[in-house]
């Protein structure tokens, strides 16, 4: 545990010291094209134009917010996926600012509770943090990279850890992000929840039954599926299909075009 808080702690003293002097390592063109028409699916659903936008968003999130390691070295690969979860979920708004996050870290795998890597209680894939670490996100590196593979079905941890940035924009992290809905349409997406919630709990759902901890984890495990399968989700569950493209102001079943 003190090894991983002391390591922990200088990567952030790191980034403070370093945030005002530092200009963004961005990649060069070929390579950004390359690694998300290779590697990220909603990317290559894209116009032309609309690509052009989502790498002007990327290079913007990557000036925006450091990524450092803890126990690994942050890949080119890495900082492309973790900018892309970032993006994907805020592409149909226009200024869009993770006002909540200055820093991303990345774990080289799974993490305890006390921020450790090593050891056989590692069973958290990513957290927002709160509380003095507040303005953080924990990645694990395997659980990135296996949300933007073609086995990660319907499921993606980053784009689940920052629609939980989103929901706490406004200042409680509750599945209701007033921030994105109208007010007349949080009473039906509530109910949208409580009844799938419902579904869930007798498995009449294709939901992942971590959706029943909280509207929280109910909302950033739908918007990963709605993400993930966007065509499969609009069959399965298409009344918060549409409350979801309310919500995100997109449709990626049709690719954002």
């Known amino acids: 545990m003190y090894t991983a808080l002391v390591l922990l702690l200088i990567a952030l003293t790191s980034y403070f010291l370093l945030k005002k002097k530092r200009t963004a390592a961005l990649l060069p063109d070929g390579n950004y094209n390359s690694l998300l028409e ?4 909603y990317y290559q ?31 080119e690969l ?6 892309s979860s970032a993006v994907i979920p805020i592409f149909g708004f226009s200024g869009w600012k993770y006002k909540n996050l200055t820093n991303v870290i990345l774990y080289p795998d799974t993490f305890d509770g006390e921020f450790q890597f090593e050891g056989s209680n590692r069973n958290i894939c ?17 659980a990135l990279a296996k949300g933007f593979s073609k086995n990660a079905d319907k499921e993606n941890t980053a784009i689940h850890e920052f629609v939980h940035l989103l929901d706490k924009s406004d200042g409680a992290t509750d599945g209701i992000p007033e921030n994105l809905i109208a007010h007349e349409y949080v009473a039906p997406w509530l109910h ?5 919630m419902r579904r869930i709990e007798t498995g009449q759902s294709d939901i992942n039954p971590y959706a029943l901890t909280n509207e929280a984890e109910f909302f950033a495990v739908a918007s990963e599926y709605f993400f993930e399968k966007p065509d499969q989700f609009a069959i399965k569950h298409p009344d918060i299909y549409r409350q979801l493209c309310i919500i995100f102001a997109q449709d990626p079943a049709v ?3």
Not at 38 to 41: E, T
Not at 53 to 74: A, H, P, S
């Open 38 to 41: 290779n590697q990220v699916a």
């Open 45 to 75: 659903k894209l116009d032309a134009a609309s690509k052009v936008k989502f790498k002007k968003l990327v290079n913007d999130f990557l000036n925006d917010t450091r990524i450092e390691g803890v126990g690994t070295e942050v890949t």
């Open 78 to 83: 890495d900082r492309v996926l973790i900018a």
């Open 126 to 142: 990513g957290m927002v943090g709160s509380g003095y670490m507040n303005g953080q996100m924990l990645l694990s590196r395997a």
């Open 192 to 196: 949208m929840m409580h009844e799938e």
């Open 255 to 257: 690719g954002n075009n």
